[in-house]
């Protein structure tokens, strides 16, 4: 797959699972670049998500997920992207690519978010991580979702960064 793969590989799954952190860590090891779509809506608006959702609302911030998405299907190959955990319900997803989704437990995505150095920033800038209760219903109704997207599951509970990538690129 490394380095004459033409296909994008599109990570998807819930919030804090560490779509982004597995993402840098395939590009390292298969030298392919690595974007994220929530940079990328960033970058667009000038604009923090947490401000676009606070400001345009959710249902703003979700068109512009399907302009990102029309937007990769153009212009991207041989790219590893990370997406926010919404993101998979794009009517063009497996067009982008290879669909990866990132499996693991609620209960291990929030230890793994609450012992991050920088687990205040982690769960302010998630306005869908607010409510736990709501978070936690999202979630089940999403797994069922991820998966039917997905081309690939690979389950990331107690496994390094290091060891998924691994896993992904073989
Ligand atoms: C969202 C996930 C976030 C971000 C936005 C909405 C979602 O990205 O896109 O807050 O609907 O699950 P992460 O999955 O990177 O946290």
Redesign the pocket.
């Given at each position: 797959m490394k380095a004459r793969a033409s296909k994008n590989i599109v990570l998807i799954?819930?919030?804090?699972?560490g779509?982004?952190t597995i993402a840098r860590e395939l590009s390292r090891q298969s030298k392919l670049f690595a974007i994220?779509?929530?940079d990328l809506?960033e970058s667009l608006e000038n604009k923090k998500?947490?401000k676009i959702?606070e400001e345009n609302g959710?249902r703003y911030?979700r068109e512009l997920?399907k302009k990102t998405a029309k937007w990769l299907e153009k212009n991207t190959k041989n790219t590893i992207i990370?997406?926010?955990?919404?993101?998979y319900k794009v009517e063009n997803l497996k067009k982008i690519g290879i669909i990866i989704y990132l499996k693991s437990s609620f209960d291990a995505i929030f230890e793994r978010i609450l012992h991050h150095p920088n687990a205040k920033h982690k769960l302010a800038?998630?306005?869908?991580?607010k409510d736990l209760k709501k978070a936690q219903t999202?979630f089940n109704n999403?797994i069922k979702e991820y998966k039917k997207c997905a081309d690939i599951t690979i389950s990331v509970e107690n496994k390094t960064p290091k060891e998924i990538a691994k896993e992904i690129l073989s």
């Open positions: 799954g819930f919030m804090g699972v779509k982004g994220d779509c929530d809506i998500i947490d959702f959710e911030f997920e990370s997406t926010g955990g919404g993101f800038k998630r306005p869908l991580l999202l999403r």
